[in-house]
């Protein structure tokens, strides 16, 4: 996945530790690679991204072709007027991405997520103040700590007048550059927009080139930031991460006191797997057998691997649960479990997940 430049004695402390996670890996060339749950955690931020903004439509588009193209689909499918967003991604290979000023990962491979949002020349400035924001408090909203996240001095190109910030992120002594917000001039952006124009100010004004605001941001980057953040704030045993990013919602463990009712425990686990998965809940099935005097710290044992791979919630499933139908399911930030019936489980779940 990645080679870092050199950085400060802090910054490549936290990379060392991250990468003893399971989110991390390193490979026989030294450089860091995403595990298959790292990955996951990649693909739930590429989701997250992709819903844009609050208020703000944000249309799929495709790589395969050109911006304009997308912007004739949207408008000619969709009818959208201003603002909107068409969102892209974008793979490449053998890139360096900047940390900062200074430094910079050498990536083998990865994908730039881009949204552009179409906006009125007349409200672009202010339009752009207001999606900084967002984009700070979105990275704020999933953070373990929101305090490290600034939005850096804005700049302007010269030549083509394109103004610009970033979104940035304090690690150990290092400031990170995570994603980079760009307005461009209408007048710069003509020639990609194939000449798309809108009418502004009422049916009697004369047409413009709308200005497109652009974010943009590498989709590995964005996770190691994630993955640093968890491990900077909470350490390897409880990777505290956002429950919408984490990659596995809840995992099942089963503790039996009774050796008769280890079969019909599993088998009561592998059918709550299928009924989250089919609500759309990640699951991890890691029901175990415990029994005897060691079952507490067996079942801590279970607690530690869940809480290690950052799973915010762990279903129980106990001897009883075959009789009366109830659960523990204890969260992952508090330690504490509470009761609930199994018809209950979905729709508690999908509440609390995405709530």
């Not at 997308?70 to 909107?84: K, Q, S, W, Y």
């Not at 949204?115 to 672009?124: A, D, E, G």
Request: net charge neutral; glycine share 6%; proline share 3%.
């Amino acid at each position: 996945m990645a080679q870092v430049t050199a950085m400060g004695a802090g910054f490549r402390q936290l990379l060392e530790s991250c990468r003893n996670s399971r989110f991390l890996g390193l490979d026989l060339n030294g450089v860091l690679k995403l595990t298959p749950i790292g990955r996951m955690l990649r693909n739930n931020l590429k989701e997250e991204f992709r819903r844009g903004e609050a208020g703000m439509t944000v249309y799929e588009g495709s790589s395969g072709i050109s911006f304009g193209e997308n912007l004739r689909f949207v408008r000619e499918t969709f009818g959208a007027d201003l603002p909107f967003g068409i969102a892209l991604e974008e793979r490449f290979e053998n890139q360096t991405i900047a940390l900062n000023e200074n430094h910079g990962i050498a990536l083998d491979s990865g994908s730039w997520l881009s949204c552009s949002y179409l906006v009125n020349p007349t409200m672009s400035m202010e339009f752009m103040y207001k999606i900084q924001r967002q984009r700070k408090i979105w990275w704020m909203r999933y953070a373990c700590d929101p305090g490290r996240y600034r939005i850096s001095d804005l700049r302007q190109d010269s030549n083509s007048k394109v103004q610009s910030v970033r979104i940035e992120a304090r690690f150990a002594e290092e400031q990170v550059a995570l994603e980079q917000l760009e307005l461009i001039p209408g007048d710069v952006m003509r020639e990609q927009m194939e000449d798309f124009r809108v009418q502004v100010g009422g049916k009697s004004s004369r047409k413009v080139t709308p200005n497109v605001l652009r974010i943009r941001q590498c989709a590995e980057l964005a996770t190691l930031e994630v993955i640093l953040d968890a491990f900077e704030s909470s350490g390897v045993d409880s990777v505290r991460m956002h429950r919408k990013l984490a990659p596995y919602k809840c995992g099942i463990v089963c503790v039996s006191e009774d050796a008769s009712q280890l079969g019909e425990l599993r088998d009561l686990a592998r059918h709550l797997c299928n009924v989250l998965r089919k609500a759309n809940i990640a699951v991890l099935d890691s029901s175990s057998v415990l029994n005897g005097t060691g079952s507490v710290r067996s079942l801590n044992k279970q607690f530690r691997h869940l809480d290690s791979i950052a799973v915010p919630y762990s279903i129980v499933l106990r001897d009883q649960s075959l009789q009366n139908g109830l659960l523990q399911l204890r969260s992952r930030d508090t330690t504490l479990s509470e009761t609930i019936h199994i018809s209950d489980l979905p729709s508690y779940l999908l509440k609390i997940i995405t709530s």
